[in-house]
T-cell receptor, first 114, second 113 residues
Framework: DTGVSQDPRHKITKRGQNVTFRCDPISEHNRLYWYRQTLGQGPEFLTYFQNEAQLEKSRLLSDRFSAERPKGSFSTLEIQRTEQGDSAMYLC????????????FGPGTRLTVT | RKEVEQDPGPFNVPEGATVAFNCTYSNSASQSFFWYRQDCRKEPKLLMSVYSSGNEDGRFTAQLNRASQYISLLIRDSKLSDSATYLCVVNVRYGGSQGNLIFGKGTKLSVKP
């Protein structure tokens, strides 16, 4: 399978704990995106990387959130001091550079904060 | 006004019906347009890009009207397997930014036997 993969698929954590998610993009894609989706809403953009450079961050991305893509391949998204409002599906997507903006999504990590 | 607005749905149609989804976007700088399909508790999957001249892929036809800032998706001869949520998606570039995908809330389609 050469699609986008994410790990873990599900994560249950207690409020105040830190969590880290991993995304492996499609191998030839140099752009990687993180989104968050809650029930009944479309995905909301969080941040994106071109190779190892983090080029854009949404104001949705509070100081408790940090993302890295150290070697321009896989990426991690860390949430510190989780809150119940962080419960959501965290989706990763990847794409080739412009002019092709078609993004392909991974299966997501469903986070539940209790 | 939300950046991308869609018909609220749900649409409940019988097999074989033709169904149309509409979407409007607020930013005239929008450059790329897509329809994604999302099954329950799954990730969005790209259904088709939408081109200015309109485009068709089998039973699916997408159209774009830049003047009205309106996008549509037509599904002909609907199948049970078409049941899903359809997301209208727009990419907007600002200055040197590459732009990000802005998703509508989605319209739920349920095709009944």
């Amino acid at each position: 399978d050469t699609g986008v993969s994410q790990d873990p698929r599900h994560k249950i954590t207690k409020r105040g704990q830190n969590v880290t998610f991993r995304c492996d993009p499609i191998s030839e894609h140099n752009r990687l995106y993180w989104y968050r989706q809650t029930l009944g809403q479309g995905p909301e953009f969080l941040t994106y990387f071109q190779n190892e450079a983090q080029l854009e961050k949404s104001r949705l991305l509070s100081d408790r959130f940090s993302a890295e893509r150290p070697k321009g391949s896989f990426s991690t998204l860390e949430i510190q001091r989780t809150e119940q409002g962080d419960s959501a599906m965290y989706l990763c997507a990847s794409s080739l550079g412009p002019p092709l903006y078609e993004q392909y999504f991974g299966p997501g990590t469903r986070l539940t904060v209790t | 006004r939300k950046e991308v607005e869609q018909d609220p749905g749900p649409f409940n149609v019988p097999e074989g019906a033709t169904v149309a989804f509409n979407c409007t976007y607020s930013n005239s700088a929008s450059q790329s347009f897509f329809w994604y399909r999302q099954d329950c508790r799954k990730e969005p999957k790209l259904l088709m890009s939408v081109y200015s001249s309109g485009n068709e892929d089998g039973r699916f036809t997408a159209q774009l009207n830049r003047a009205s800032q309106y996008i549509s998706l037509l599904i002909r001869d609907s199948k049970l397997s078409d049941s899903a949520t359809y997301l209208c998606v727009v990419n907007v570039r600002y200055g040197g930014s590459q732009g990000n995908l802005i998703f509508g809330k989605g319209t739920k389609l349920s095709v009944k036997p």
